[in-house]
Structures are given as structure tokens and as C-alpha cells.
């Protein structure tokens, strides 16, 4: 059987990932292959379980470590539970963020040495990378302009804009770094004209794995 494929959406607040990937989801169902939407922090009911704890301002002032440490804790059990077995299974896995959504929040955001994510990276996730991540980028302002729309900030969405430039650097410095693995989108356009890049790159990718 061919391995599936793993591909991430990430980007700052309100680039439009939920909605990108719900068009993703139906575009590669379409074009016959078996999806498993699924998303960071969170994906199983334990990483649900603490999405709920890192996002909520009950734990306002957790300390970095806590936070990154979560962060992986629930990468773990999504990796072991449903990434790594639907790979297996030859199913295209569809992630709304992963880790290097913690590179860009907790390293550049939040000022964690880079190293030291690298290393949990390393122990978590062995050799398992995305084969493709799309960076949907965007002004900060126009983000959280989009963001704000939806009502109560969490934990995160209540950092200033000073923050979001440094989660957005940290996001394009990786995506450089990294050619053959990302795709930057101009995610400050239309749901449409996104819509359609997103969609063009998927049907190369297709086309490059042929079933
Ligand atoms: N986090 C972390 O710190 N470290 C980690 O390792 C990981 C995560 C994995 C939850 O993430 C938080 O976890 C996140 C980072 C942190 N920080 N926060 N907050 P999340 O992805 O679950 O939640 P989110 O970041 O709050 O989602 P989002 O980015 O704000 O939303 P989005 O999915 O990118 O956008 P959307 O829901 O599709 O669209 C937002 C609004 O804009 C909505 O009204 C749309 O209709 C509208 N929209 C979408 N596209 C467009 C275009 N093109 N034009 C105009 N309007 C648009």
C-alpha cells in the first residue's frame, strides 16, 4: 500500500486555516483520496483535553515550560493515536497547525530557545515531518482584524501585536529555510483567490504521488 501524506495548514491568527482546510478536505475527497481532517493542540480526546488547558485563561501566567511541554504532550498521544496509523493506512492527513506552531508561538512569541523545541521535536516525532506545510501568510493587523470577529480571545489571541509579528517572522524564516517543504500563500486575498492557489498546489502534489 503507498504511505499517505501529511500535510499541515499553519499560519498566524485568522489566516483562514479552518476555512482552507475544510475546501482542502473536500477537494482531495473529490480527487479520490481518503482524508482525516484533524488539528494541533487537540485531534484526540486526550489532546483535546488539553487544548482546553492551554487555551483557557484559567491557567493565565502558566509557565513556558508547562505550556511547550503540553504542547508536545498532546502531539504525542495525536501522532501515536491517529497521525502515524492513518499514514499508515494510506490516508491523506489534513492538520490545522503543528509544530512549527510551537517554533512560531512559544520559541519566536514567546521567547523559548529554539534548541530546546528542537530537541522535543526530535524526541516526539523521530523522523515523522509533514510532506507539505502551507503557510497561509498575512499582514498581523488584517488577522487579527479577522480573528476578532469571532468573539472571546483565548489565552493566545490576547497577546499583543508585537507578539503576532514575531509568531509571523519565526513562520517565514522556517518556511526559507525549508523550500522543498513549504508553500507560502498571500492569505491577505479573497477566500477565493487563496482557494484556488491552495488547490492548484494540492493537484501537483496529486499528480507527483499518482495515487
Ligand atoms: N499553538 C501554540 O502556541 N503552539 C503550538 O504548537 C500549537 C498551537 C499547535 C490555537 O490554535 C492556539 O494554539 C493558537 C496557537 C497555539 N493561538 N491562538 N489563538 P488554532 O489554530 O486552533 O486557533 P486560532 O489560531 O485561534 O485559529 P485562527 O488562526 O484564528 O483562525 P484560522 O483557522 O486561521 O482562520 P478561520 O477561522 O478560517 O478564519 C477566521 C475568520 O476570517 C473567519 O471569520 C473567516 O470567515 C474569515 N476569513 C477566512 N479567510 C478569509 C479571507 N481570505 N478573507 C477574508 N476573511 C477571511
Not at 45 to 70: F, K, P, Q, Y
Not at 168 to 175: G, S, T
Amino acid at each position: 500500500m503507498m504511505p499517505g501524506r501529511f500535510i499541515v495548514v499553519d499560519g498566524v491568527e485568522g489566516a483562514g486555516k479552518t476555512t482552507q482546510l475544510a475546501f482542502m478536505g473536500d477537494y482531495l475527497k473529490r480527487a479520490g483520496q481518503q482524508v482525516v481532517p484533524t488539528r494541533e493542540p487537540g485531534g484526540t480526546a486526550l489532546g483535546e483535553e488539553i487544548r482546553d488547558l492551554l487555551l483557557s485563561h484559567r491557567h493565565d501566567g502558566m509557565a513556558l515550560t508547562t505550556e511547550t511541554l503540553l504542547m508536545f504532550a498532546a502531539r504525542a498521544e495525536h501522532l501515536e493515536r491517529i497521525v502515524r496509523p492513518a499514514l499508515a493506512a494510506g490516508r491523506w492527513v489534513l492538520c490545522d497547525r503543528f509544530t512549527d506552531a510551537t517554533y512560531a508561538y512559544q520559541g519566536g512569541g514567546r521567547g523559548l530557545p529554539l534548541e530546546r523545541i528542537a530537541i522535543l521535536e526530535n524526541w516526539v516525532q523521530d523522523d515523522l515531518h509533514p510532506d507539505l506545510t502551507l503557510l497561509l501568510d498575512l499582514p498581523v493587523a488584517v488577522g487579527l482584524e479577522r480573528a476578532g470577529r469571532r468573539g472571546a480571545a483565548d489565552r493566545f489571541e490576547r497577546e499583543e501585536g508585537a507578539f503576532f509579528e514575531r509568531v509571523r517572522a519565526i513562520y517565514l524564516e522556517r518556511a526559507k529555510q525549508r523550500p522543498n517543504r513549504y508553500r507560502v500563500v498571500d492569505a491577505s486575498r479573497p477566500v477565493e483567490a487563496v482557494r484556488a492557489e491552495v488547490e492548484a498546489i494540492l493537484a501537483d502534489w496529486l499528480e507527483r504521488s499518482d495515487g
